[in-house]
């Protein structure tokens, strides 16, 4: 069961810079793809910025719809974070292939991915060409999270462990907490 988020905490929700499932839909076609480049950019306006490289299928659907949704996969859903990072949505269905399930979000037309532990919405409000990739920026339309799983912070419990990426085919999952309730 998912609870709302206040938008100016969505960003808590990647804070510490987890790897991404981002979907995104145009007209009949609907995608999703691995991101670990993605970062929080402001709170009020509540802004998050991804870098997506020009020739995936995610560019187009993004670029034309305006829109896309950050999903939080759980370290549960590393497998299929390698397929979805692995093949493009212009042969595959990578839900069917990667066992995702689309399900409808609140305020845009790109799906979240019922299995992931969190969900950020957003609306494209600028864009910059970054070299070969360009950078998004999302205003946060909505949000949303497990909530047993999810306080003000991610809660120190091995369901609400995510995945971090190294380079290459290396991972880590999110460990230990430390920290004062009243902190940043
Ligand atoms: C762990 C991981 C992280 C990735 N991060 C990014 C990223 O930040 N930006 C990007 O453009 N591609 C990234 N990729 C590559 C895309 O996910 C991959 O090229 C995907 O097949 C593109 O799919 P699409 O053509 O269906 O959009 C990443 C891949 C992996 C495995």
Known sequence: ??????????????????????????????????????????VRPPLVGICVAMPHLTHELIAASEEFALNVPGAGLLAAVRVCGRLSGREHDKFKEAG????????????????????????????????????????????????????????????????HHLGGDWYYFSGPREGRQDGD
């Open 1 to 42: 069961m998912k609870k709302e988020i206040p938008v100016d905490m969505a960003y808590r929700l990647i804070n510490h810079g987890c790897v991404l499932l981002v979907t995104a839909a145009h007209r009949d076609r609907t995608n999703v793809m691995t991101l670990a480049w993605q970062t929080p950019l402001s």
């Open 100 to 163: 995702l399930t689309p399900v409808a979000g609140k305020k845009v037309r790109a799906p979240l991915i019922a299995e992931c532990l969190a969900h950020i919405e957003c609306g494209v409000v600028a864009l910059h060409k970054a070299g070969d990739h360009t950078f998004f920026v999302g205003e946060v339309l909505a949000a949303s999270a497990e909530e047993e799983l999810f306080s003000d912070h991610w809660a120190e419990r091995p369901e609400a462990a995510t995945i």
